[in-house]
């Protein structure tokens, strides 16, 4: 498996930290999460806008290292792609609980050119 796979996997996995957080403290309630998770507040609330922006997010970046795999763009540039965007995912998620939302959408303009690079890469 190429480093790019690895860090789909990283993807796949990484918003239910977020989810953990969001979820812990109070009185969790399991018969009505989404319900439980929208009446949260500060940074735990943030904690599930995180999760929720990386389950939107992970499947473009999943598509684009495939098509980029498929299109035999250079190994190397993916890879390297694919380790910024994780960087990129990180920062924005601890400017997101730090509630630096300048900083924040900084990140997620950067990771979506990140995404659409993978894209452009593929066509040459």
């Given at each position: ?29 399991n ?7 929208e009446?949260?507040t ?11 922006n990386?389950f939107e ?7 684009a ?13 993916i890879?390297y ?10 920062i ?8 630096k ?19 452009c890469?593929?066509?040459?």
């Amino acid at each position: 498996m190429t480093i790019a796979y690895w860090c789909v996997l990283v993807m796949i996995i990484f918003p239910y930290f977020f989810t953990g957080l969001a979820k812990s403290g109070g009185d969790f309630n399991n018969y009505s999460p989404r319900s439980f998770l929208e009446k949260q507040t500060g940074w735990r609330k943030r904690a599930h806008y995180i999760q929720l922006n990386c389950f939107e997010t992970t499947p473009a970046f999943g598509l684009a290292i495939i098509i980029a795999h498929f299109a035999h763009a250079p190994q190397l540039t993916i890879n390297y792609l694919a380790i910024l965007f994780i960087i990129s995912r990180v920062i924005y998620a601890l400017c997101y609980l730090g509630n630096k939302p300048l900083l924040r959408s900084l990140f997620w303009t950067i990771g979506m050119i990140l995404i659409i690079s993978l894209f452009c890469i593929s066509t040459a």
